[in-house]
């Protein structure tokens, strides 16, 4: 069972980026997941969960209206489209299987001017 992230970087305050999960090992399509966040000293939060057929999403109310949580279960693969940016999101983005729980390795998205 593996988790990718990637797609992480530096953006500026109001900017835009796409991060991506790759799955492998384990029945993608029929698992929930989600992308979850960590800064130094926090702890981790969820920010977005997508069940399996992608109808059903969740979202933290500090990222509602701005991320959008996708998959492609053709690809094994899940997105987070990450737009208007605040420094307050800077984190390392971690993508989870929900049960039983997975982590990936996670991916760094830094906010700055």
């Known amino acids: 069972v593996q988790l990718v992230e990637s797609g992480g970087g530096l953006v500026q305050p109001g900017g835009s980026l796409r991060l991506s999960c790759a799955a492998s090992?384990?029945?993608?399509?029929?698992?929930?997941m989600s992308w979850d966040r960590q800064t130094p000293g926090k702890e981790r939060e969820l920010v977005a969960a997508?069940?399996?057929?992608?109808?059903?999403?969740h979202y933290a109310d500090s990222v509602k209206g701005r991320f959008t949580i996708s998959r492609d279960n053709n690809k094994n693969m899940m997105y987070l489209e990450m737009n208007n940016l605040k420094y307050e999101d800077a984190a390392v983005y971690y993508c989870?299987?929900?049960?039983?729980?997975?982590w990936g390795r996670g991916t760094q998205v830094t906010v700055s001017s």
């Open positions: 997508i069940y399996s057929a992608g109808a059903i999403t």
């Open positions: 090992g384990f029945a993608f399509s029929s698992a929930g």
């Open positions: 989870r299987r929900l049960f039983p729980v997975v």
